[in-house]
């Protein structure tokens, strides 16, 4: 974030990637033996409903399952989305590795150096080729095994794509598009459709995580000809998809509906975007994150309350940030040592404070990211208005709630060309900073997502604020 006045990059090869580094023509190179044959006629393989599915051991097993589920899900949706049946892939599945033969993707083939770690559809050869000896392995061990289908799941939107002739479009849209894709093809697996693929509240939230990882570094433009999308971004598509159908993702075809990839300005190249935590001198350009994101959330909320719920909004009187484990807070008439406090964060509506753990949670957060602080921050903001408002209870609906108000905030302090922002605003958000904030929900999960939501949850809340407004809120608990 700047003042008015981090995740390993793994990069997953596209068709335009691919075009980009390989010259065109055909090589030759053994391709997978995957039988895919249940998947290429009417007849699909029925599911007994019965049945919890099982997932393969083995990780050629689980990729050979994942490519049966895909291509059963187009035989099925792509007469229903476009005219005509499903073509299968005429190129096949090569997986490849630092010793074996490379896919047949242009001539000469592409070196093992320029492909090794990703995944990618080649458009001239209509052909999925991925890098079994380790990005499956990687993917498998750190986001779980039905990562592995979703990735599949984005590679086949390309082939998709390439046969519904929507290939001339920027590549942050087709890869949108493919990310939208991916998400449809979840919820066909959360739907009962496959024996080896079961969707769990687990597998959605190593979604959100796989793909904030394999996302676009901030600062990166929405119109470069490689931009892939932020992790907003491309979760904000999966879950569209998710939630609305491969029709949905149909429509992806001239702009990109979820983008919010901004490059960064002179200053915030200097710094990543973020803002030290305390002020570090006297003048006002010398305030830090915290003491700016008090004054700013107080001032979003007054304009909110006057121009949209037609209310008075009573200014949170103290952001406290205590980090001398030996210092005392009162919160609700107790009084709490910092100890008691570590990685608490609150909303003290007798004494209208908001307290947020100086001594580990700040600082926690604050290595993600600086508005992984600011949106925790902004999330007992928006407890604060609930209650005055008369939303009571800490049930999911509630909490979800202050996640899409505090998108919402987002999208308020997001930079446009029309943008004038409110006469009280002291923040604008930077390159990088709704990923952060997911970051932040993806670090401190835990047993209280009963109360709060899954990441998956999270997110959706905190996306439908920044992208359908205010209204979309209400969809938790009424705001009037």
Known sequence: MTGSTGAVVLRILTAATVVAVVATSAAC?????????????????QVDQGQQPETPDDLDDVV??????????????YPQVYSGPFEPLQGGYHPYGPNTAPPPCGNPPPDYSVIADNAFYCPENDLIAWDADSLIPQLASDFGKFTVGIVFAHEFGHAIQFRAGATNVPTVVSEQQADCFAGAWTRWIADGNSQSFAVTETELDSSVAGMISISDLPGTAADDPLAHGSGFDRISAFQDGYENTAQQCAGYTTDPPNTVEIP??????????????????????????????????????????????????????????????SEEVTCGGEALSGSELEFTSAYCADENIVLLDGQQLAPALNELGDFAVAAEVARLWARAA?????????????????DCLTGFWAFVRFPT??????????????AGDLDEGIQG????????????????????????????????????????
Do not use: H, M
């Open 64 to 77: 050979e399952a994942a490519l049966n589920d895909v291509q059963n899900f187009w035989v099925q949706t």
């Open 264 to 325: 960064f300005n002179a200053e915030e190249a200097q710094t990543g975007g973020n803002l030290p935590l305390e002020d570090f001198g006297p003048n006002d350009e010398d305030r830090g994150l915290l003491s700016l994101a008090e004054a700013d959330l107080n001032d979003f909320y007054t304009v909110l309350f006057d121009q949209e719920l037609g209310e008075t909004f009573e200014p949170i009187a103290d952001l406290v940030v205590p980090t001398d484990p």
């Open 441 to 480: 929900f993806l670090a401190f999960d835990d047993a209280a997502e009963a109360q709060i939501g899954t990441v998956f949850e999270r997110v959706g809340a905190l996306r439908a604020g920044f992208v359908e407004g205010v209204g979309a809120c209400s969809d938790y608990a009424p705001l009037d």
């Open 417 to 430: 060309e029309d943008s004038t922002g409110t006469e009280g605003q002291q923040l604008t958000l930077s």
């Open 386 to 402: 609930q209650l005055q408002l008369g939303i009571e209870g800490a049930d999911k609906d509630v909490s979800l709630q202050a």
């Open 29 to 45: 190179a053994k391709e997978a033996d995957f039988d895919l044959s249940t998947a290429t006629g009417d007849g699909l393989g």
